[in-house]
């Protein structure tokens, strides 16, 4: 099976419809910038975008606050790239090289 990078895309844009849509069924979307209007909402959508990226790609403890990304998707998130990782051995298996393969496994295998 062939994995291109429009897989990868349609993961990240999911991951990021399901972050927002959270945001909005708490009603906790709009940013605390003192912002009004569709201004608002615009910047309030740029800013929790890159807030999520930053969380997914570093994991940085201050993204943890419930204005944020919030405690539980944060701790949920941690193990996200775990479950992805299993999930690309599995659909990959035949398809990657036996070194790439042999340290995917090891990586699988420390986490």
Known sequence: M???AKYA???LGVEIAVYLGLKVLRKDYTHWLPI???FSLVVSGI???VVKMIEDFT???HYRHPYEV???YFTVNLFVPVF???AVL???EGTLSPTTLSYMKNLAQVL
């Open 47 to 49: 800013v929790r975008v």
């Open 9 to 11: 895309l349609l993961y």
């Open 84 to 86: 992805g990782l299993l």
């Open 36 to 38: 009004k209007g569709l």
């Open 2 to 4: 062939y994995i291109s």
């Open 90 to 92: 599995y659909f990959t």
């Open 70 to 72: 919030g405690g539980l």
């Open 59 to 61: 994991d940085c403890m």
